[in-house]
Each structure stands twice: as structure tokens, then as C-alpha cells.
């Protein structure tokens, strides 16, 4: 069963970058087939996709102006990890921070770290 779990600042200054790594045992994040996402939700509202990397190296983005201009995701192949960089925060980015597997063309997620409470403020 492969596990997920994410690490980082809870607190994050406005115009700050925020970083946030994740962290995979029990599975390798260059498998073929396999993708791992950023995943967020904001108080009271919906799940946001962000971006992910690839089994490869490759990466893509939520085509959402207010993220994809700011957002980039690297991984560390030794340790097994990957590394969600946020520029420019806000207070509209506080959220809960995911990050998860996911398979297929239609991108399925079906293994989720239990997710980090992220909150930006002065």
C-alpha cells in the first residue's frame, strides 16, 4: 500500500513562496503509469487541482491564471519525494494541502497523504 504524507510551514507570509514536500514509501514516484498531484482546498469551498509530475519528470498545471504562473513541482528521485513551490502567496491560497497518486488518462486519485493545513497571514 503506498503511502503518502506531506511536510512543510503551516504559516506562510503574504508574498512569501511556499513549499511543500511529499513524501512516498511503498511505491517508487517513477513507476510508469503513476503521477503524483498537489491537491488544495480552501475553507468552505472545493477541491482544487494544482499541478502534478509524472512518472518521468514532466510536469503540468491548472491552467487557472491565478496558479499557473506561479507554480512549479520538483522531485527528488533518491528520497523518494516531490516538492510543490507556490510564489506570491496570499490569503486566498490558504488552504489544506494535498497531495496524492493518481492513474489513467482521466487522472484517478487513489491514494491521498492526509493532507496540511496551510495558512497564510501577516
Known amino acids: 500500500q503506498v503511502h503518502l504524507q506531506e511536510s512543510g510551514p503551516g504559516l506562510v507570509k503574504p508574498s512569501q513562496t511556499l513549499s511543500l514536500t511529499c513524501t512516498v514509501s511503498?511505491?517508487?514516484?517513477?513507476?510508469?503509469?503513476?503521477?503524483w498531484s498537489w491537491i488544495r482546498q480552501p475553507p468552505g469551498g472545493g477541491l482544487e487541482w494544482i499541478g502534478f509530475?509524472?512518472?518521468?519528470?514532466?510536469?503540468?498545471?491548472s491552467p487557472s491564471l491565478n496558479l499557473k504562473s506561479r507554480t512549479s513541482i520538483s522531485r527528488d528521485t533518491s528520497v523518494n519525494q516531490f516538492t510543490l513551490h507556490l510564489s506570491s502567496v496570499s490569503p486566498e491560497d490558504t488552504a489544506v494541502y494535498y497531495c496524492?497518486?493518481?492513474?489513467?488518462?482521466?487522472?484517478?486519485?487513489?491514494?491521498w497523504g492526509q493532507g496540511i493545513q496551510v495558512t497564510v497571514s501577516s
Open positions: 496524492a497518486r493518481a492513474y489513467g488518462p482521466l487522472m484517478h486519485h487513489d491514494n
Open positions: 509530475i509524472d512518472n518521468s519528470g514532466s510536469t503540468n498545471f
Open positions: 511503498g511505491g517508487s514516484i517513477t513507476t510508469n503509469y503513476y503521477s
